[in-house]
């Protein structure tokens, strides 16, 4: 019976803070937000943005490594910006 309580207790511990992660709301993000963050928090962004834009007309054409280099190209001068702005 420990061997199995032990790693289910341990398992959860290493998934609470997965499940209290915040959503990310791609229409609130700003520039300087997105690249003020961690690298797992970054990719989040990348991730729910690359999803909110994909039935874009001229951005739902890209693949997701295109889509984040534009991404980043477009928030290099903006940094106040909201990143759904200045993608188009």
């Given at each position: 019976?420990?061997?199995?309580?032990?790693?289910?207790?341990?398992?959860?511990m290493?998934?609470?803070?997965a499940?209290?992660a915040?959503?990310?709301?791609?229409?609130?993000?700003?520039?300087k937000?997105?690249?003020?963050?961690g690298?797992?928090?970054?990719?989040?962004?990348e991730?729910a943005?690359?999803?909110?834009?994909?039935?874009?007309?001229?951005?739902?054409?890209?693949?997701?490594s295109?889509?984040?280099?534009?991404l980043?190209?477009?928030?290099?001068?903006n940094?106040?910006?909201?990143v759904?702005?200045?993608l188009h």
């Amino acid at each position: 019976m420990t061997r199995i309580l032990a790693p289910s207790i341990s398992f959860a511990m290493l998934a609470l803070p997965a499940l209290g992660a915040s959503t990310i709301d791609p229409a609130t993000i700003t520039c300087k937000e997105y690249k003020a963050s961690g690298h797992e928090e970054m990719v989040a962004i990348e991730d729910a943005l690359y999803e909110t834009m994909k039935n874009d007309p001229k951005l739902g054409k890209l693949g997701q490594s295109a889509f984040i280099s534009r991404l980043y190209q477009v928030c290099r001068g903006n940094p106040d910006a909201k990143v759904i702005g200045v993608l188009h």
